[in-house]
């Protein structure tokens, strides 16, 4: 009896230390990454980089993470001048879009896929418009809420400053091309996701645009052709206003930089704190 009590202790002991070893191992490996990641760019996924910063500074304390939010193109800007590490941004910027020239010499690193919406002033009243409706508010060509089957109020335009990623996506994909006012009166410019939430919360009659990880309940997201902007509609192909996310790098990332990459684009992260934001996995999109 003794020896088989002797033998079942014993074997406890080896598989704590196999477990205990292995515990070590992990955590030795995470704790020899180190470094300083500047992460400089889209306000569109800011949330999605400062939750992954925190996640992932915790699993490596060595590794320090700064973000920060400008319009996506600061992001490849940052990069290509050395004053950031990744650039956030979402387009693609090493191809050409309108507007933009490509930026040489970086690289893409799809990190998220996200949906944008038009939004408006919770006082409004209008649920859902056509692309022509949208096309005539935000081009000008319609300026009051009676025309698009709303009260008798001017509409005031909410837009993006020139350089955001979310202004080009939401000009390309909700308006076909066609070209935003730029002045008047019920006419104003914003420069961050952040702002055009508190202008869109704080204003009657505004109308706006904007990623869903920034919506609220003082605002209406549009339903745009009768299509709601939703995670499950942008993954059955239904719903067009969305774009992916990129990390840009000078060249391909290595390191830390690399590291930080990788653990975003996880099966763990996506499907778990980047879901919770409401972006939507890479791997939910059909290739």
């Not at 500074?57 to 940052?78: C, D, E, H, M, W």
């Not at 206003?241 to 990788?262: C, D, N, R």
């Given at each position: 009896?003794?020896?088989?009590?002797?033998?079942?202790?014993?074997?406890?002991?080896?598989?704590?230390?196999?477990?205990?070893?292995?515990?070590?191992?992990?955590?030795?490996?995470?704790?020899?990454?180190?470094?300083?990641?500047?992460?400089?760019?889209?306000?569109?996924?800011?949330?999605?980089?400062?939750?992954?910063?925190?996640?992932?500074?915790?699993?490596?304390?060595?590794?320090?993470?700064?973000?920060?939010?400008?319009?996506?193109?600061?992001?490849?800007?940052?990069?290509?001048?050395?004053?950031?590490?990744?650039?956030?941004?979402?387009w693609d910027a090493s191809l050409d879009v309108p507007g933009f020239k490509a930026f040489t010499g970086l690289v893409a690193n799809k990190v998220a896929v996200t949906p944008f919406a038009a939004i408006t002033n919770s006082n409004v009243g209008v649920s859902s418009l056509t692309t022509a409706q949208l096309q005539g508010i935000f081009s000008g060509k319609i300026s009051n809420w009676k025309d698009v089957g709303g009260k008798d109020a001017d509409i005031i335009v909410i837009n993006r400053a020139f350089g955001s990623g979310t202004r080009v996506n939401f000009q390309v994909k909700a308006l076909n091309g066609t070209d935003y006012m730029t002045k008047g009166d019920n006419y104003k410019e914003v420069k961050s996701s952040g702002d055009m939430k508190t202008a869109i919360e704080t204003t009657p009659n505004a109308i706006g645009y904007i990623d869903l990880v920034y919506v609220t309940s003082k605002m209406t997201a549009l339903k745009i052709n009768n299509v709601a902007p939703t995670a499950a509609n942008v993954i059955n192909g239904s719903y067009k206003?969305?774009?992916?996310?990129?990390?840009?790098?000078?060249?391909?990332?290595?390191?830390?930089?690399?590291?930080?990459?990788?653990?975003?684009?996880?099966?763990?992260?996506?499907n778990g704190s980047l879901k919770k934001l409401k972006f939507i996995p890479l791997s939910a999109m059909k290739k």
């Open positions: 009896m003794k020896t088989k009590w002797f033998k079942g202790l014993a074997f406890a002991a080896i598989a704590l230390t196999v477990a205990f070893g292995s515990i070590t191992s992990v955590a030795s490996a995470s704790s020899k990454l180190s470094g300083r990641i500047v992460v400089n760019g889209s306000s569109a996924l800011l949330p999605l980089t400062l939750q992954a910063k925190n996640e992932f500074q915790k699993l490596n304390p060595k590794v320090k993470i700064s973000a920060s939010a400008a319009g996506s193109v600061t992001g490849p800007q940052s990069v290509r001048k050395g004053i950031a590490d990744i650039g956030a941004c979402d206003v969305w774009g992916y996310g990129y990390y840009m790098t000078k060249g391909q990332p290595t390191g830390a930089v690399k590291a930080f990459i990788e653990y975003i684009q996880s099966a763990k992260f996506q």
